[in-house]
């Protein structure tokens, strides 16, 4: 298994470019989440799925969009990049039911100028 | 809301010391507690957890940690810390009940090693 995945790995976007977040894993989860970590700030959730075809909103989910069309994939979508949304977002995904971890992607560094 | 505070940014301990890292947490459900590890330029890798019965919880690669209900506390700790422990350490509690909504985190600590 490759377990989770994130492409691409760094990334460097002009104020108002849009781009897509890729995410997916091969672990049959249900669950999947975006995070995105700041310095000093530890992580913070931006959104999550608990199944295909649901999502739900985090707490910080503006300027994101995401979809979940698949068990495995999860994009996130910024759809006009700001400054502000320069960070190192990770993707995780778990299995249902109570109290299992979650399996952290590598991370993508996104540098918005 | 749940939120978690770690105390101190920064901790530098000596190889074979003690490792001590803090967490206090505040949840209005009975949480459920968790250590993560980043490794520079990683994602994270799952420690220990705590969920219920036994309050004292052993994790990988030495550390464990105490749930403290009267403390709303959660303190990682190794024995001997080795060079390899050089890293970044994060302390969540799920956002519900059961954490299909996410973990909540707080901002972590590095821990930093002299030989």
């Known amino acids: 298994n490759a377990g989770v995945t994130q492409t691409p790995k760094f990334r460097v976007l002009k104020t108002g470019q849009s781009m897509t977040l890729l995410c997916a894993q091969d672990m049959n989860h249900e669950y999947m989440y975006w995070y995105r970590q700041d310095p000093g700030m530890g992580l913070r959730l931006i959104h999550y799925s608990v199944g295909e075809g649901t999502t739900a909103k985090g707490e910080v989910p503006d300027g994101y969009n995401v979809s979940r069309s698949t068990t495995e994939d999860f994009p996130l979508r910024l759809l006009s990049a700001a400054p502000s949304q320069t960070s190192v977002y990770f993707c995780?995904?778990?299995?249902?039911?109570?109290?299992?971890?979650?399996?952290f992607g590598p991370g993508t560094r996104l540098t918005v100028l | 809301a749940q939120s978690v505070t770690q105390l101190g940014s920064h901790v530098s301990v000596s190889e074979g010391a003690l490792v001590l890292l803090r967490c206090n947490y505040s949840?209005?459900?009975?949480?459920?507690l968790f250590w993560y590890v980043q490794y520079p330029n990683q994602g994270l890798q799952l420690l220990l957890k705590?969920?219920?019965?036994?309050?004292l919880v052993k994790g990988i690669n030495g550390f464990e940690a105490e749930f403290k209900k009267s403390e709303t506390s959660f303190h990682l700790t190794k024995p001997s810390a080795h060079m390899s422990d050089a890293a970044e350490y994060f302390c969540a509690v799920s956002r519900t009940g059961g954490g299909a909504d996410g973990l909540t985190f707080g901002k972590g600590t590095h821990l930093i090693l002299q030989p």
């Open positions: 949840s209005s459900v009975p949480p459920y």
């Open positions: 705590y969920t219920t019965g036994a309050t």
């Open positions: 995780a995904s778990r299995p249902s039911g109570e109290l299992n971890e979650q399996f």
